[in-house]
């Protein structure tokens, strides 16, 4: 079950580049992790540019004080090695560590986290495939970043809201002409 102040590490901070809400979860497994996220009205975060990569490591991955690792979105359990985000959306933009996604171990990684590698610069803040864990394999806490989008919104809405949306066409009738340098619309 949910509760605001046992999953909770973070108050809802919102994004100056997309607007979208963020919280931040207790180390969990990514499986709890989107699970919560659902239950908050969103999904783990999906990244979708280096400006909002750059936030979010900014603002998350020391939160508090502390060094952490961010469960986001992406997984590959429908198909191995095929990534998709948990809020639909396509894969356009990402930032793997060097060598990754790698799926090791017998069951495979299949579910990726911004990895916060204190001395390994090639993969500080980078993404990493890994099984459902709550810590990283130094003890670092793995947090689920939430991202929630406003529905008020269209065109930043989630898939599911843009369900409800009816289109209409519209057959403008636009006579354009030049009078004294000027175009006239009608």
């Known amino acids: 079950s949910f509760s605001s102040v046992g999953d909770l590490t973070s108050e809802p901070v919102v994004s100056p580049i997309n607007h979208h809400t963020y919280m ?10 989107e699970s919560l996220a659902k239950q908050l009205g969103g999904h783990l975060a999906t990244v979708r540019s280096q400006a909002e990569e750059d936030w979010i490591t900014q603002t998350f991955s020391d939160y508090g004080g502390v060094r952490r690792s961010l469960w986001i979105g992406l997984n590959d359990l429908d198909k191995r090695f095929h990534f998709s985000w948990t809020s639909g959306e396509s894969a356009s933009y990402t ?4 060598s990754e996604p790698d799926n090791a171990g017998p069951r495979g990684h299949d579910y990726v986290a911004i990895v916060a590698h204190l001395n390994v610069k090639p993969k500080a803040n980078k993404w990493q495939v890994w099984r459902s864990q709550a ?6 806490p793995m947090n689920g970043l939430v991202e929630i989008i406003p529905t008020n919104n269209p065109v930043t809405a989630q898939p599911e809201a843009a369900a409800n ?6 057959d403008p009738d636009i006579t354009i002409t030049s009078d004294n340098g000027s175009v006239k619309l009608t």
């Open 24 to 33: 931040l979860l207790r180390p969990t497994t990514w499986e709890r992790a």
């Open 95 to 98: 930032a793997w560590a060097p």
């Open 135 to 140: 810590r990283d394999n130094n003890g670092l």
């Open 165 to 170: 949306i009816v289109i209409t066409p519209i």
